[in-house]
């Protein structure tokens, strides 16, 4: 049972005024200010990503910035339910009772901030049952290895709620970390100093802890223990109570030991001696937690994509670096450098019949082929596609920038892609 001890131990700046200076962190992330400008409107907010990716360290930087402001420290009030357990019920009534000594509703501003807030049974009712009855209550929530956090708030907070998808750190936000200076108007200048700081960046995903980690075992296990290993064994396990916990870490390890493997639920289904059923729904758990996601064949009409023949890629390279030794080899770089560019470009589609090419960008009818070469760049498949579709424009992701110049075509480095995605339009 929860007493007043225990909340003083979440809430330091109650006795001390401020945060502590281990939780704020030396860098704020982008979302930071955007998050900020919605403070002063009623719309519950909610921090959604992967676990490790800087959701607590941001909640606490706004709870700074309200106490920089001015805010009563007793009128913010903050709760994780990552290590503990608590009643809904229970936490208010202490708050109120303990801290503020009088009613929420009779404060004239509370912020009311939950941590891992998926944890909670049915926490989208609850939520908005404060939200409805306490119009002085500025609700803020974070939530970890679930997007199905963000259709549930959508469904039954509809009209209250915005959501923020908190991603581990990009290219240029790790540079930015690292403090190393470019200039993304003439990014060939900088190739030789930013390479070695991508492949860095590769092998560390973005992921704030361990940007000036050198080790590759220490990077491996924290990526295993920290983050894959927690989410499966405890957050999936836990949120879809689930049984067949090795089967999902199978799964998971198959897609990063061979990103950008079409699925053939049939064949997994004999090979591992599991019901269709139980696949399919084992990778959905997978796509759920943010660790796996699908791109689909698009036919030939470009109107409709194939629900056969999906692959799937998982959503960071890092991943890929815990399970292989090999993470530095020609042919699983290749792979690497298409999960690099399905993450950024966001990709939805790729295509498969009579040739294959990487990703197809879609807007409305008109499409355009992105194939990904990190070896020695070929242009074969780009020019089969925009010939026999009439194309105007196709895309190459290499490693290097390449002298050479090929009509409709733009060589793009991957490092230079991570920096800038705009540079495909």
């Known amino acids: 049972m929860l007493d007043i001890e ?11 005024k401020k945060v502590p200076k281990i939780f704020l962190k030396e860098h704020k992330r982008p979302q930071f200010d955007l998050i900020k400008k919605h403070l002063t409107k009623k719309f519950i907010l909610l921090l959604y990503g992967l676990r490790q990716v800087g959701k607590t360290t941001l909640l606490y930087q706004l709870i700074q910035y309200l106490l920089d402001k001015g805010t009563n420290p007793l009128t913010i009030f903050y709760f994780s339910f990552d290590e503990k357990t608590a009643d809904f019920k229970e936490l208010l009534k202490i708050y109120q009772e303990k801290i503020l000594k009088k009613k929420l509703i009779n404060v004239n501003k509370v912020y009311v901030i939950f941590d891992e807030i998926q944890k909670i049974d049915d926490w989208q009712t609850k939520i908005k049952i404060l939200y409805d009855t306490h119009p002085n209550i500025k609700i803020l929530l974070s939530g970890s290895a679930s997007v199905s956090l963000q259709k549930q708030s959508r469904e039954s907070l509809a009209g209250r709620i915005i959501d923020f998808f908190i991603k581990p750190l990009s290219f240029k936000e790790f540079l930015d970390w690292k403090k190393i200076n470019f200039d993304l108007k003439r990014p060939e200048v900088y190739q030789s100093v930013i390479m070695p700081e991508f492949m860095d960046y590769l092998r560390k995903g973005g992921f704030p802890a361990i940007i000036k980690e050198k080790e590759d075992e220490f990077i491996r296990n924290y990526l295993k223990n920290t983050v894959l290993e927690r989410i499966i064994y405890r957050d999936l396990a836990a949120e879809f109570k689930l049984k067949d916990i090795e089967l999902l870490r199978l799964l998971l390890e198959m897609i990063i030991k061979d990103p950008g493997m079409i699925i053939n639920i049939d064949r997994l289904a004999r090979d591992l001696n599991r019901t269709k059923i139980t696949i399919a729904s084992y990778l959905e758990y997978l796509k759920y937690a943010l660790l796996i996601k699908e791109v689909r064949n698009l036919r030939a009409g470009f109107l409709v994509s194939s629900r056969k023949g999906k692959k799937i890629y998982p959503t960071n390279p890092a991943f890929c670096f815990a399970y292989r030794n090999d993470f530095y080899k020609d042919s699983i770089l290749q792979k690497i450098a298409e999960v690099v560019t399905a993450d950024v470009l966001e990709a939805v589609y790729y295509y498969r019949n009579s040739m294959e090419v990487d990703f197809v960008l879609k807007n409305k009818d008109t499409v355009a082929p992105v194939e990904v070469k990190y070896g020695k760049p070929d242009c074969r498949q780009i020019k089969d596609f925009l010939k026999k579709f009439s194309c105007k424009k196709g895309y190459l992701v290499s490693k290097e ?25």
């Open 6 to 16: 225990a909340l003083t131990l979440y809430n330091p700046w109650w006795a001390q």
């Open 401 to 425: 920038k390449s002298s050479s110049k090929i009509k409709n075509i733009k060589i793009i480095p991957l490092w230079q892609l991570s920096l800038n995605p705009l540079s495909i339009s």
